[in-house]
């Protein structure tokens, strides 16, 4: 069934305002899009949201899996045309408009539900999929609405994504094993002689350090690449990735320079700092690049 123009203006300020709330480094390299490309975004997220939404709140892990289950089925009502409230609606049209495949959604939803089912990685391959599945497929998602020509955009994007997934697992292990969630590999903690003991103790010493120095080396190794998608990109879009990969890696800067203590405080960005990001990486992504599409 068609949604009327009232209904869609509607559905995407609902969308827009979920993202405004909830979005901190987000929201800023958003408003860097076209207006037509920054609505579908701000449907992409509010579904993210949804998602994370239903993962986050207090009540038994049953229910949380059935609302993820609730949440799939929405998804692939969406997807036939039969869109229910205004996050679906938005996110019906934007899928239509810019050819996004359902499984990318349906994959967001996999990795939120890992989870509620998983608590412990034993190696990277075992953390690339989950990264995968959070972060790297909504960059897919996204790389429609920015458009793209090249089929090695893809490889980027999810490289660009799983840089920035690192980064939020390094900066919030604190938080993460409040939640007896250890997103750290395993066979890593043990090779660098610390333990998960340690880990919920608080213990910053040297094995830490090293432990965290490998995920810093490997998130550095994705910044690379997914910085290689900026001149796959029309001017007019490239901005969003490379503000957000920038502000992210701000972030891995400023957990290298405090020694990797991620203890005392959560590692951030101010407003203005974010804000002076925004504004320089938009202005740079405006110049020529010795690559990007015709």
Not at 81 to 109: C, H, K, N
Not at 126 to 144: F, I, M
Not at 231 to 244: M, N, T, Y
Request: charged fraction near 25%; proline fraction near 5%; hydrophobic fraction near 40%.
């Amino acid at each position: 069934m068609a949604r009327t123009v009232p209904q869609l203006h509607t559905a995407y300020r609902e969308c827009r305002l979920i993202t405004r709330r909830a979005a901190t480094n987000f929201y800023y390299a958003f408003i860097t899009l076209p207006a037509r490309k920054r609505r579908a975004i701000y449907a992409t997220y509010a579904f993210c949201r949804l998602c994370d939404d239903a993962s986050d709140v207090q009540m038994p892990r049953e229910e949380k899996l059935a609302r993820l289950d609730s949440l799939r089925s929405s998804l692939s009502a969406a997807y036939t045309g039969r869109p229910d409230g205004p996050v679906f609606t938005a996110l019906a049209d934007t899928a239509s408009v810019f050819e996004i495949p359902e499984e990318y959604f349906q994959e967001v939803v996999s990795g939120v539900e890992m989870d509620l089912t998983k608590t412990r990685y034993q190696d990277f391959d075992e953390l690339r999929t989950y990264c995968y599945r959070v972060a790297s497929v909504v960059g897919l998602a996204c790389l429609h609405i920015f458009g793209f020509s090249e089929p090695r955009a893809r490889e980027y994007a999810v490289d660009l994504g799983l840089a920035m997934q690192i980064t939020n697992i390094m900066r919030d292990v604190q938080e993460d094993m409040e939640r007896d969630r250890v997103y750290l590999p395993l066979d890593e903690i043990r090779s660098t002689g610390y333990s998960v003991e340690e880990l919920r103790q608080r213990v910053l010493n040297d094995p830490f350090r090293g432990l965290m120095a490998i995920q810093a080396r490997r998130a550095r190794a994705y910044y690379e690449s997914g910085a290689k998608l900026m001149p796959l990109l029309s001017p007019r879009s490239r901005a969003c990735p490379a503000v957000l990969g920038r502000l992210y890696s701000l972030i891995l800067d400023r957990i290298e320079r405090q020694s990797f203590d991620v203890f005392t405080g959560r590692v951030g960005l101010s407003r203005r700092e974010k804000y002076l990001v925004t504004v320089q990486t938009w202005i740079r992504s405006l110049l020529p690049m010795a690559q990007h599409p015709t």
